[in-house]
């Protein structure tokens, strides 16, 4: 055998790239974890796929970058970050394409129709209302549905605290009035 | 039509019927997933994250991209702090052999588990593929004899030198061979003990070739009869 040539069990192995032992761990506790609070239950099967796609991309990103290049675990998440929103993005079109050859086109006699909306239906509704709403309601309220803290959203938006639970107080009530305008109780 | 309070169970409903309706895609281009990243941080200015925002109204993957960005960042402050590692560090750090094959082993298992669930998706065994060379399980592997566990893949060049994982599919590591010089390894029964019959077991290859180049096969399975 060739001593000269790297082989199997010489050379950097993929988890020395990465950093310690705890960081592949690390990195997987809290991808599964951020995965596991925001994607909806339609999504279980999705999720661990989603994780292990970062994770692979971590691990191809560690082989091709600079040895001199320091990988924190920030670093690394964010590299998985990227790698999960291309898969969401690509997820997402595939499905709103699946949806889309099921129903097929609306014909012109269905779009004029107006039916109130019926009970499971809030979500179209709730969309139409955020989207009437002044911009700056809108994006404070929007945070606030997807869960962000006042202090987060604050954060996001460069405002004052004090300023953003203002605004989502009343974009919540500008919301709910809007969705009983239009039969819906939230 | 009564408003009534804002109670917490509005807030929960308001939140789901936000989460759930039909997928939505935007008519104009996503930005890029660093951007997302940047607004929840707080790096980007306010106009650029209303824009972000309004396009996230309209599609849901952006959207959910905020969400995803927020709970990453959220656990990061206190992990971060402690793993800052240059590579050198880390690879003096990982100097004794022990801890060494730990981690070797969690790289395997993780692009193991991840190979198998491409090759769900995907059509064929092959999974991933250099320019020049690939690596595919021959034909046959799917069911073996726990006395006649010959697991046999695709050879390279004259000279490549191959290295075997063998895992359940929990991830433990059940078999490991190195430096191999045939596309072919047995692996013994004791090794498969622990496995019931019927079950399946996850097997990688590495080849390294005569050239210094080096490919990983995507990982295989195979049943335990």
New interface residues.
């Given amino acids: 055998?060739?001593a000269s040539?790297?082989?199997?069990?010489s050379g950097?192995?993929?988890?020395?790239?990465?950093?310690?032992?705890?960081?592949?761990?690390?990195l997987?506790r809290?991808?599964r974890?951020?995965?596991a609070?925001?994607?909806?239950r339609d999504l279980d099967s999705e999720r661990?796929?989603l994780v292990?796609?970062a994770?692979?991309r971590i691990?191809e990103h560690a082989r091709s970058a600079e040895?001199?290049?320091?990988?924190?675990?920030?670093y690394l998440?964010?590299v998985?970050?990227?790698t999960?929103?291309?898969v969401?993005?690509r997820?997402?079109?595939r499905?709103?394409a699946g949806?889309e050859e099921i129903e097929g086109p609306r014909s012109a006699l269905a779009s004029q129709v107006t039916a109130p909306p019926a009970h499971g239906e809030?979500?179209?509704a709730?969309?139409d209302c955020?989207?009437g709403m002044v911009?700056s309601r809108?994006?404070a309220v929007?945070?606030y549905?997807?869960?962000?803290t006042a202090r987060?959203a604050a954060?996001?938006?460069?405002?004052e605290e004090k300023a953003i639970r203002n605004l989502i107080f009343r974009g919540?009530?500008d919301?709910?009035?809007c969705l009983?305008a239009k039969g819906v109780?939230? | 039509m009564s408003e009534g309070p804002i109670t917490a169970d509005v807030i929960r409903r308001l939140r789901e019927a936000y989460a759930s309706g039909t997928p939505r895609v935007a008519g104009s281009g996503c930005e890029e997933p660093e951007r997302i990243w940047e607004a929840v941080q707080g790096s980007l200015d306010a106009e650029r994250v209303g824009r972000l925002l309004d396009h996230a109204s309209a599609c849901s993957a952006c959207d959910r991209a905020f969400q995803v960005a927020r709970e990453l960042q959220r656990q990061l402050p206190a992990e971060a702090k402690r793993t800052v590692v240059p590579i050198q560090a880390a690879r003096r750090w990982l100097r004794p052999p022990a801890l060494t094959g730990v981690l070797l082993a969690a790289a395997a298992a993780i692009i193991a588990v991840v190979a198998i669930r491409r090759e769900e998706v995907l059509s064929g065994r092959v999974l991933r593929e250099s320019a020049s060379h690939r690596i595919v399980a021959l034909p046959g592997e799917d069911h073996l004899r726990r006395d006649q566990f010959r697991l046999r893949w695709s050879a390279g060049p004259k000279g490549t030198l191959y290295e075997l994982w063998v895992t359940t599919p929990e991830l433990r590591e059940v078999y490991r061979a190195g430096k191999l010089q045939e596309a072919e390894a047995q692996v013994p029964a004791t090794a498969l003990e622990a496995i019931p019959p019927g079950a399946a077991v996850l097997w990688r290859v590495e080849a390294w070739f005569p050239d210094g180049g080096h490919v990983a096969s995507p990982a295989f399975r195979t049943w335990v009869e």
């Avoid at chain 1, 040895?67 to 920030?74: G, K, P, Q, V, Y």
């Avoid at chain 1, 549905?145 to 962000?148: A, I, K, R, W």
């Fill in positions: 055998m060739d040539r790297p082989g199997p069990k950097t192995s993929d988890a020395a790239r990465l950093g310690p032992a705890a960081n592949v761990e690390q997987q809290i991808l974890n951020a995965v609070r925001v994607c909806p661990e796929d292990q796609t994770m692979v691990l040895a001199s290049e320091i990988r924190s675990t920030s998440v964010k998985a970050f990227h999960m929103v291309d969401m993005r997820s997402n079109r499905r709103a949806i809030i979500a179209p709730l969309r955020l989207s911009s809108r994006h929007m945070l549905l997807q869960g962000f987060e954060r996001v938006l460069h405002l919540i009530h919301l709910r009035r009983l109780t939230p």
